[in-house]
Nanobody, 123 residues
Framework: QAQLVESGGGLVQAGGSLRLSCAASGRTFGNYFMGWFRQAPRKEREFVSAISQDGGATYYADSVKGRFTISRDNAKNTMYLQMNSLKPEDTAAYYC????????????????WGQGTQVTVSS
């Protein structure tokens, strides 16, 4: 059973940066397409970014394109989300997840989730 643990969240001023990490257990991390989602209070969980098994293909929500960068290090079983030029509307709990089938921007396409890490951007 896979376990995913996010870290790196915190409080930052608008315009600042944070790097989130997602550490995965097990030996098969490199076999899976992975994604980041976020959920703000009273809002649905939304797609942020995703990355293919070898890191060669990346995908972003329009709201973060050009500001966020997803990457992975399969040797370390870790995925990252570098977030620059943060805005107050980026405030949310951020979750990493393992894709198992279906459209990559749908939360229902992911089977394992981390517990989330809070990102708060002050104006």
């Amino acid at each position: 059973q896979a376990q995913l643990v996010e870290s790196g969240g915190g409080l930052v001023q608008a315009g600042g940066s944070l790097r989130l990490s997602c550490a995965a257990s097990g030996r098969t991390f490199g076999n899976y397409f992975m994604g980041w989602f976020r959920q703000a209070p009273r809002k649905e969980r939304e797609f942020v970014s995703a990355i293919s098994q070898d890191g060669g293909a990346t995908y972003y929500a329009d709201s973060v394109k050009g500001r966020f960068t997803i990457s992975r290090d399969n040797a370390k079983n870790t995925m990252y989300l570098q977030m620059n030029s943060l805005k107050p509307e980026d405030t949310a709990a951020y979750y990493c997840a393992r894709h198992f089938r279906g459209t990559h921007w749908l939360a229902t396409s992911y089977d394992y989730w981390g517990q989330g890490t809070q990102v708060t951007v002050s104006s």
